[in-house]
Nanobody, 114 residues
Framework: QVQLVESGGGLVQPGGSLRLSCVVS????????MNWYRQVPGKQREWVAS???????NYVDSVKGRFTISRDNAKNTVYLQMNSLKPEDTAVYSC????????WGQGTLVIVSS
């Protein structure tokens, strides 16, 4: 059974930084692309960033230059480093992968507020 567990969310002031982590178990982590999504209550889930098994990254325009996705295959972990945070980044952030089906973590809440 594939499981994804996120951590690292919290309350941060505008301009601050957070690093989210997502630990994956139950699969050969290094073989698969990983994604981060976010969702504000009442709104549609938004794709944020992706990293392929080979380390190629891609980002939604609104976070380019501020967020960095990375992976540590030895630790079965994908990270999302978030810098220069803005109030509009407030959301529940979830990691995702697709191995014959989609798998999601439970999400971690990020609140950007003064």
């Amino acid at each position: 059974q594939v499981q994804l567990v996120e951590s690292g969310g919290g309350l941060v002031q505008p301009g601050g930084s957070l690093r989210l982590s997502c630990v994956v178990s139950g699969s050969i982590f290094s073989n698969y692309a990983m994604n981060w999504y976010r969702q504000v209550p009442g709104k549609q889930r938004e794709w944020v960033a992706s990293i392929t098994s080979g380390g190629r990254t891609n980002y939604v325009d609104s976070v380019k230059g501020r967020f960095t996705i990375s992976r540590d295959n030895a630790k079965n972990t994908v990270y999302l480093q978030m810098n220069s945070l803005k109030p509009e980044d407030t959301a529940v952030y979830s990691c995702n992968t697709y191995i014959l089906q989609a798998y999601w973590g439970q999400g971690t809440l990020v609140i950007v507020s003064s």
